[in-house]
Nanobody, 126 residues
Framework: QVQLVESGGGLVQAGGSLRLSCTAS????????LGWFRQAPGKEREFVAH????????YYADSVKGRFTISRDNVKNTVDLQMNSLKPEDTAVYYC???????????????????WGQGTQVTVSS
């Protein structure tokens, strides 16, 4: 079975930084768009960022633009999310996800993604 596993979550004070990582097994990340989503208690899962297989033109939600950076390594089958200047409203469970191969366009909806990790908790204290 395909597995995606997130790591790097934790507790940090506002203004701090965390780096999340996601590793896939049993399939390559190559040729797939990789995304990060987050979900806070009682709220819908929301898009954070995604990156194409070529790593060109990453796309970010307005709420994280300028603070978060998504990157990928197609050899290691990893996708990272560097989070800087964290705010309490960033508190959520963060999920990595993968589309099917050669997906096109802007993909900000959970239904556009084929595989999901189990999530890692990020808590930002004020």
């Amino acid at each position: 079975q395909v597995q995606l596993v997130e790591s790097g979550g934790g507790l940090v004070q506002a203004g701090g930084s965390l780096r999340l990582s996601c590793t896939a097994s049993r399939f390559p990340f190559s040729s797939r768009i990789l995304g990060w989503f987050r979900q806070a208690p009682g709220k819908e899962r929301e898009f954070v960022a995604h990156i194409r297989w070529s790593s060109t033109t990453p796309y970010y939600a307005d709420s994280v633009k300028g603070r978060f950076t998504i990157s990928r390594d197609n050899v290691k089958n990893t996708v990272d999310l560097q989070m800087n200047s964290l705010k309490p409203e960033d508190t959520a469970v963060y999920y990595c996800a993968s589309t099917r191969p050669y997906s096109l366009g802007i993909m900000t909806q959970p239904t556009q993604y084929e595989y999901w990790g189990q999530g890692t908790q990020v808590t930002v204290s004020s």
